[in-house]
């Protein structure tokens, strides 16, 4: 998951090699992190797998950031950072893994597609009205969504059914206060800051729940962990900040309607999941959804 953001991309922006990279990053290794979350909860549970990833991930870009010479966050900064990232990453990125504790990981993905829906909705209190087809949008969406707590797979697990539905509104609360009150600091320092804190809150809720790491880890579990630290928290992210500085908006934002279809296909083949033709048909209304809210109107 990750906030829904707004740039001016260059003129003249092309599929260039490097779009296309950047492409292939946002749209496979996302897709992707979700199986890998999968395959880390055998050895490493939901709060601690996720805290010590972000410790790692956010520890790493934070010392690359000051070898480049950016100053650190201020102590303001700071405190934005920990409430975005305890929104964010405590709540969204918590609750997405332990809803993976019993549902598959296709269909979190696929519920999760609504985030951009859910941002809409928490945009009201801010003023920002939906035009006539974002308002449908989030209609076909939501209906989408409730259609999708209907099958077999959140059906059978009410936890974590709760978990993912928490783990959205957390997420799109902590997305829109970071860009309309609670701004962290500018460039990858701010996402650093934000996921040592996010990271440090998991380790917290980690320690109050008892978890217990399976020590040593198999070799599945430690290297789905290494492939979410460096190829879904530093490789992917950056990806998705080229995208934004240097792709039309809606490009950069295409991963929203690949993500949940490459996740449920790689759960189906790989993880050995099952999702139900009217699973796919939930899937399918929620995505035509989350299209209607990025259409915009053509510039007269």
Same mark, same amino acid.
């Given at each position: 998951?990750? !906030? ?7 003129? /003249?922006? %092309? ?14 290794? #996302? ?27 956010? /520890?790493?870009?934070?010392? #690359?950031?000051? #070898? ?58 801010? *003023? ?22 209907? +099958? ?15 783990? &959205?509104? %957390?997420?799109? $609360? ?10 962290? =600091?500018? *460039? ?8 040592? &804190? +996010? ?9 109050? !729940? ?47 309607? $690949?993500?949940?279809?490459? =996740?449920?296909?790689? +759960? ?5 999941? %099952?999702?139900? +033709? ?16 990025? &259409? ?5």
């Amino acid at each position: 998951m990750t !906030t829904a953001a707004s740039s001016s991309p260059a003129p /003249g922006a %092309t599929l260039s090699p490097l779009i296309l990279a950047c492409l292939a990053a946002t749209w496979l290794v #996302w897709g992707s992190t979700y199986l890998a979350i999968k395959f880390a909860l055998v050895s490493f549970p939901p709060f601690f797998q996720m805290g010590t990833r972000f410790l790692a991930a956010g /520890g790493l870009l934070l010392a #690359w950031m000051r #070898w480049r010479g950016a100053p650190l966050p201020s102590r303001r900064q700071w405190g934005h950072a920990l409430v975005v990232g305890t929104l964010m990453l405590g709540g969204g990125m918590g609750g997405t893994a332990y809803a993976e504790l019993t549902v598959g990981s296709g269909l979190v993905v696929a519920f999760i597609a609504v985030v951009p829906l859910m941002i809409a909705l928490v945009n009201l209190g801010f *003023g920002v009205r939906p035009r006539t087809l974002e308002a449908a949008g989030i209609a076909v969406g939501l209906a989408g969504v409730l259609m999708l707590t209907q +099958g077999r797979g959140f059906q059978a697990s009410p936890a974590g059914l709760a978990a993912i539905t928490i783990a &959205c509104v %957390t997420w799109s $609360v902590g997305s829109v206060l970071s860009q309309r009150s609670l701004p962290l =600091a500018p *460039g990858a320092m701010g996402f650093a800051s934000e996921m040592l &804190c +996010g990271g440090a809150v998991l380790m917290a809720l980690s320690w109050l !729940t008892a978890e217990t790491p399976r020590w040593p880890p198999t070799p599945q579990a430690a290297a789905a962990w290494l492939y979410l630290v460096v190829a879904g928290s530093l490789i992917a992210f950056n990806a998705y900040m080229v995208l934004l500085a240097r792709a039309p908006a809606g490009l950069a934002s295409s991963y929203t309607f $690949v993500n949940p279809v490459i =996740a449920m296909l790689l +759960g189906v083949a790989i993880g050995g999941e %099952t999702v139900t +033709g009217y699973e796919w048909g939930a899937v399918s209304v929620v995505l035509a959804g989350v299209v209607l809210l990025m &259409c915009r109107p053509r510039a007269r």
